[in-house]
């Protein structure tokens, strides 16, 4: 059997961070402290991701901020791990590197690396407002996000009123979310009126839904802010349906005021605006036993060697799932090079698209342990494993690789806890939002077996995502 190796991880240059921040990652026993896969299949741990938030190369910046959320935040969730991080970062703010501007995984545009880190802490200080009863994370770990909150929200507080509007907007943010905290609503009068005129005119759809809950919350009237917010989705809505209809008058006037709206820059999952979705974890149907877990298939008789020949339990690699973090020894946000390592094998196809004189990996095939990696700006997004001869993947110990489709759907519709979900693409795919899978069908002769993906946030879109060579595996 085949076994999750480990990547080598290159070295993190934690003692360049500022002094503040050097001596947080210093006090701390991390080894104490993990976070929702310290110690697994290569994932790094909190202080080389810590460390590598400002390192030199900034394709090792725009993973470390992916693993913020991923491994600290992940599902919504704290961790032992999660409040000192929240400080070292917090430490990390005055530094210059931080103006580095890049592309960042969970959020559309251009925007410097401060920005995006006090968007993280935004997204922190969301989780922080939960109750145990929500989910997120234990009694203890939940008490120390809530006091970090004071310390947070003085080395925040300076950045309100910083000359970058996107630097601004999320400082802001942050600050009206940690206002949350008994201890800190004396500064409330100080910033509500920034609240109002900054983030609840903002592009950015999550800071407005901030504006208009905390406006509320702090007693202020918020009518004219939803009653903009209504028009505005229902001019969208108008605008779309025209842009969609070849026959309709405006069509073209539609798509041109289209263009012209300033690009939502929210991340794909906005923490806050779900809370009031969240409910206890409870199977999708109460009044119906949950299905038996599916079973893999057999495999194919000894000697067979025909094109479909399906592997035997013993042929597949024996991988596990950990949604939005990893599959086996991947971990989302590699590189090829990484994955090369971390498998042991290259790649037997790699297929690129050209954009003028560059060219952007958009997939790469490993055919002897049976997947296929995709890639997002030359880091890895998607992992499709093979029905036939890929990786026997497990969720809760249970195998999702080539199995009956219709076993696995029925048994995650009724483990996952979203309403809503699943939802299904163009070709009847159920795609699970809450884990980052889809459930595509591969052929296998005369039946068709489970071919799983397993996803990011912005591949949750399989029509505009996967590639069209993706389509035909079918």
């Known amino acids: 059997m085949i076994n999750e190796m480990t990547p080598d991880l290159p070295g993190t240059p934690s003692g360049s961070l500022p002094p503040r921040a050097q001596a947080e990652l210093a006090g701390t026993a991390w080894e104490e402290v993990p976070h ?31 693993d913020l959320y991923r491994l600290l ?10 409040a000192p991080a929240a400080l070292v970062l917090a430490g990390l703010l005055d530094d210059p590197r931080t103006l580095a501007e890049d592309r960042w995984e969970r959020r559309a545009g251009r925007r410097s690396l401060r920005a995006e880190l006090l968007n993280w802490l935004a997204s922190f200080a969301d989780i922080a407002r939960m109750d145990i009863e929500d989910g997120v994370g234990t009694v203890q770990d939940l008490a120390a996000v809530r006091a970090a909150r004071p310390i947070l929200h003085d080395r925040i507080a300076r950045f309100c009123d910083d000359d970058d509007p996107l630097v601004r907007e999320a400082a802001l943010a942050a600050t009206a979310l940690l206002l949350t905290d008994p201890a800190l609503a004396s500064s409330v009068p100080r910033y509500a009126p920034d609240v109002r005129e900054v983030l609840a005119v903002s592009a950015d759809s ?15 009237d918020v009518t004219s802010l939803v009653t903009a917010e209504e028009e505005r989705r229902a001019a969208l809505d108008r605008a779309g349906e025209l842009a969609e209809d070849p026959f309709g008058q405006g069509q073209e006037q539609a798509i041109r005021w289209l263009e012209e709206q300033p690009e939502d820059t929210a991340a794909p999952e906005r923490l806050g605006r779900r809370r009031e979705d969240r409910t206890a974890p409870i199977p999708a149907a109460l009044h119906e036993p949950a299905p038996e877990p599916p079973m893999a298939a057999a495999g194919s008789e000894a000697g067979y060697r025909g094109p479909w020949r399906i592997a035997r339990e013993g042929e597949r690699a024996e991988w ?3 949604p939005y973090v990893g599959v086996g020894p991947l971990h989302f946000g590699m590189t090829l090079e990484e994955i090369t390592r971390a498998l042991g094998e290259g790649p037997a196809v790699s297929s690129y698209s050209h954009h003028g004189e560059d060219q952007q990996l958009n997939y790469a095939d490993f055919t002897e342990i049976g997947i296929r990696a995709l890639f997002h700006d030359g880091r890895l ?12 993947v497990r969720l809760d110990a249970v195998p999702l690789t080539g199995c009956s489709p219709s076993h696995v759907e029925d048994w995650l519709v009724h483990r996952t806890a979203r309403p809503g979900s699943p939802a299904y693409s163009v070709a009847g795919d159920p795609v699970f939002a809450d884990l980052g899978l889809a459930i595509r069908s591969q052929r296998a002769g005369d039946i068709v ?8 946030h912005d591949w949750l879109d399989l029509w505009h995502a996967l590639p069209s060579e993706e389509w035909n595996c079918s």
Do not use: K, M, S
């Open 36 to 66: 929702v896969c310290t110690g697994r299949h290569g994932v790094p741990d909190t202080p080389d991701i810590l460390g590598a938030v400002l390192a030199a190369d900034p394709a090792r910046r725009v993973r470390a901020v992916g």
């Open 73 to 82: 935040l992940n599902q919504e969730q704290v961790f032992p791990a999660t």
């Open 206 to 220: 999550y800071y407005r839904w901030i504006a208009r809950e905390r406006l509320a919350a702090w007693g202020e």
């Open 320 to 322: 596990t799932f950990t």
């Open 381 to 392: 997004g998607c992992v499709a494993a093979d029905a036939l001869i890929g990786p026997q």
């Open 449 to 456: 077996l489970t071919r799983p993906l397993f996803l990011l």
